[in-house]
Structure formats: C-alpha cells, structure tokens
C-alpha cells in the first residue's frame, strides 16, 4: 500500500494566463498550467516524479 502525503504548493498568477507551480519543500520543482486544476495536476506528477527517482537512484526520500 503506498503511503499518502500531503504537500504544500505555491500558485503564482501568470500575467499572460496561467499558473506557476511551486514546492516550497522540494524547491527542484517549479512547472505551469494554464487553469488551476492543471497547475496542481503538474504539482502533483512533478512530486511523484522526484520520489520516484530518488528511490531509483537509491538516494533517501527527499523528505
């Protein structure tokens, strides 16, 4: 069963249209979507891709 975790995120108004993403807690990550339930979709795939890969690389969990 994978475990459940809550992140806080970081939605910046784009003058254009749109919102950047920010994980204060994983600062790596940082992406866009052009309506909020996008922009928190990609913060959503952004986080699992970073836990995902550092447990590929055998690195500890991030958090």
């Not at 309506?35 to 890969?53: F, N, Q, S």
């Amino acid at each position: 069963m994978s475990e459940k975790r809550t992140f806080a995120v970081v939605l910046e108004p784009e003058e254009a249209g749109g919102f950047t993403v920010r994980v204060p807690s994983l600062p790596e990550i940082v992406t866009y979507g052009k309506h909020e339930r996008e922009a928190l979709a990609m913060a959503e795939d952004a986080i699992r891709l970073v836990i995902e890969d550092c447990a590929a690389r055998g690195e500890p969990n991030p958090l």
